[in-house]
C-alpha cells in the first residue's frame, strides 16, 4: 500500500497531518492535546465520525468503537479518497474478527485504547512513515478471546433484538415476562460494556458470542 510522503526542502521540517475520528469528546480531546505538544505533528482536525475527515491527512486516527455507523466500512470509503492516509484503529474490543476487517480496510496500525501517550504519539510517527504496528495486547485479545460472558437465554434475548424485535415481541417470543427481557437486555449491555441495544449486538458479533 503506497504513502504519499512530502520531501521537506532544505531547512524544513517534515510535519505529520494528523486527523483525529474520536466520538467521546473527552478523549478526543486529550489524544489531540497529546499530539499537538509534538513539533512534527499537526492536528487538522478532531472530528466524531470519519464521513466528516476534511484536509488531506497523512495519518487518521480513529477508534472503532464508534456507535454511529461502521466505522471501518467508513474507512474504506475514507482509504478510496484519500490513498495515501495512513490509519491508525483504536479499540478496546479487538478481537479475530475485527482485527481481520480491519486488515482488510487496509489499516495500518492497530492499537488498544490504553495505551501511553509517548508510545502513541511514536506509533503515529510509525504508520506515517508506511510502517505497520500492532499492538502485543492487540494480537492477544483477538487470538486469546474471554470467554464468552451472555447466558444462553441472554443470547437468545439478543438474536431476536437483532431481528429488530421490540422487547414485547422478544417477551411473547421466548415465552417470557416484558419485564424479564428488560433485565436481560440491561444485563447483556452490562456484559458487553455498550450503550445500547445496537452497539450490544455489534459487540457480541465481533466477539464471537452470538
Known sequence: MPVLIRVP??????????????????????LSAVLSNESDVEVLAEVDSVERITGRPDVIVVDLDLTANDALTAVARVRVRLPGAAVLAMSA??????????????VLGFVSKDLSPDRFVRLVRLIARGERVIDPRVAAAAFNPPANPLTERERDVLNAAAEGLPPKE??????????????RLSDIMRKTGARNRLEAIRVAREKGWL
Open 9 to 30: 526542502k532544505i531547512g524544513e521540517r517534515l510535519v505529520i497531518r494528523v486527523v483525529i475520528v474520536e466520538e467521546m469528546g473527552l478523549l478526543r480531546s486529550a
Open 93 to 106: 474490543r479487538w478481537s479475530a474478527d475485527l482485527l481481520l476487517r480491519a486488515v482488510e480496510a487496509e
Open 170 to 183: 422478544i417477551a411473547t417470543r421466548l415465552h417470557l415476562a416484558h419485564g424479564t427481557v428488560r433485565n
